[in-house]
């Protein structure tokens, strides 16, 4: 299990970029998949974006198509930290970002497939 706390939200303007961190314990975070998800009011959690890991040293990036060309996930493992670089914000960008790990080797980009949330952080987008 590893604990996960997110930060670097906000209130941005659209077209403004923001940046999230995603702080993980644990001494085998360079082994996990991260992931980005989001929660807009009244609607369901949905994926954003994930560093998949595929073994080594190796990760794969993946994306929702609403985000992609948009939004950058990387990862430094020294600091078990993920972050996901948001660019050209958008009002439907707004909604409570949420980091996700999963252990288990799944490699997937839904809900089930991660088992360690953080709080989220709020990102809000004015048009």
């Known amino acids: 299990q590893v604990q996960l706390v997110e930060s670097g939200g906000g209130l941005v303007q659209a077209g403004d970029s923001l940046t999230l961190s995603c702080v993980g314990s644990g001494r085998t975070f360079s082994s996990y998949s991260m992931a980005w998800f989001r929660q807009a009011p009244g609607k369901e959690r949905e994926f954003v974006a994930a560093?998949?890991?595929?073994?080594?040293?190796?990760?794969?990036?993946a994306y929702a198509d609403s985000v992609r060309g948009r939004f950058t996930i990387s990862r430094d493992n020294r600091k078990n930290t993920v972050y996901l670089q948001m660019n050209s914000l958008k009002p439907e960008d707004t909604a409570v970002y949420y980091c996700?790990?999963?252990?288990?080797?799944?490699?997937?980009?839904?809900?089930?497939?991660?088992?360690?949330w953080g709080q989220g952080t709020q990102v809000t987008v004015s048009s």
């Open positions: 560093s998949l890991w595929i073994g080594g040293s190796r990760y794969y990036a």
């Open positions: 996700a790990a999963d252990g288990h080797l799944r490699r997937g980009l839904t809900l089930t497939d991660y088992d360690d």
